[in-house]
């Protein structure tokens, strides 16, 4: 089937033609529609030259999210799309998926942020309004973040001794935007501003740090410099991020990232006839991630394997 293609102006002949002329690479085809997903020049350059049949790589992704393939595919290698082409493209992108931030479509087209802003803007009456933007990490983040953030911090000023839980239930935000926020106000920082530079996401909507750098880890999470930096290297391949299955994976790891000081809190309410029960189940999800961590490391033909966490010896006197 021929591809749902982001160039506006067509096949161009020429480039068939120069195509024809050598070796021919696989073309893109969407496995369940058969949908030609990139390649349509190199398919016809086969059939200009008569060829039977054409290699084929197979895309394993809803429906829905093809045309966003086939742009990323587009931009990257190839006859470049034109401005004009990339403009469209970012314009129905915003129309099917009108939760993405502008800046996780600019990655997508090869625009700015704030040309993919503007498209937003000057195409409101087709894009459908979204109370909720989804980063280049595959979390969706409402837009009224700077508000709760703000309602977390005031929550803190009013009741210094609440837990994390009790800020995050009040202001309807997650535990680690809480740890972040009261971390902030410890060191006397201000809290970020409310427009980020993607031009009208709030700051839980912007992309993570890059390695090395100096902003909030990816999801606000409090982790060590470590997490943040393996996280957002993860969050910025597209096979992640333009996958539901890839941003499945993204929030997951960033939900099960080590939270020390909601840990150290919640350490605390823990009753000394209970210690050794959770004790237990974390030495169990432990081993878990570890095997988790063998599996992986075989499946990339690692042969190094650490040992699985041993359960110290708890005395019997």
């Keep these: 089937m021929d591809a749902d293609s982001p160039r506006l102006g067509g096949l161009d002949q020429g480039h068939v033609e120069v195509l024809a002329q050598g070796a021919i690479e696989p073309i893109l085809v969407h496995r369940d529609t058969r949908r ?25 992704v809803p429906a829905g999210e093809v045309f966003i393939h086939s742009v990323a595919a587009n931009v ?20 099917q998926h009108p939760d993405l931030s502008d800046r996780a479509v600019a990655r997508i087209t090869r625009l700015s942020p704030k040309t993919v802003g503007a498209v937003r803007r000057a195409s409101s009456e087709e894009v459908p309004q979204s109370k909720v933007r989804v980063g280049a990490d595959g ?7 700077a508000r709760r953030r703000e309602a977390v911090g005031a929550f803190l000023a009013e009741h210094p001794g609440a837990t994390l839980n009790e800020a995050a239930a009040a202001a309807g935000v997650s535990v680690s935007t809480a740890c972040e926020i009261r971390q902030r106000m410890r060191r006397g920082e201000r809290q970020p501003e409310a427009l980020a530079p993607d031009r009208g996401a709030p700051p839980d909507a912007r992309d993570p740090a890059p390695p090395g750098g100096t902003g909030r880890p ?40 080590p939270d020390v000081e909601a840990a150290r809190e919640l350490l605390a309410a823990v009753p000394p006839h209970c210690a050794v029960t ?11 991630w570890q095997r988790f961590a063998a599996t992986l490391d075989r499946a990339v033909g690692g042969e190094d394997e650490s040992p699985a966490p041993r359960r110290p010896q708890r005395s019997t006197n």
């Design 36 to 60: 030609v997903v990139d390649g349509m020049h190199r398919l016809h350059a086969a059939r200009l030259r008569g060829d039977d049949t054409i290699p084929v790589r197979y895309l394993e």
């Design 76 to 95: 990257s290698h190839g006859l470049p799309l034109t401005l004009r082409d990339r403009k469209a493209a970012a314009r129905r992108i915003l129309t």
């Design 139 to 145: 979390r969706a983040r409402p837009l009224d973040a």
């Design 218 to 257: 990816a999801g606000g999470r409090c982790t060590g410099p470590g997490h943040a930096r393996h996280i957002a290297a993860l969050a910025k391949d597209p096979s992640l991020r333009f996958t539901q299955s890839g941003r499945a994976l993204l929030r997951w790891l960033n939900e099960r990232a």
């Design 278 to 288: 959770v004790a237990d189940l974390a030495y169990t999800y432990a081993q878990e």
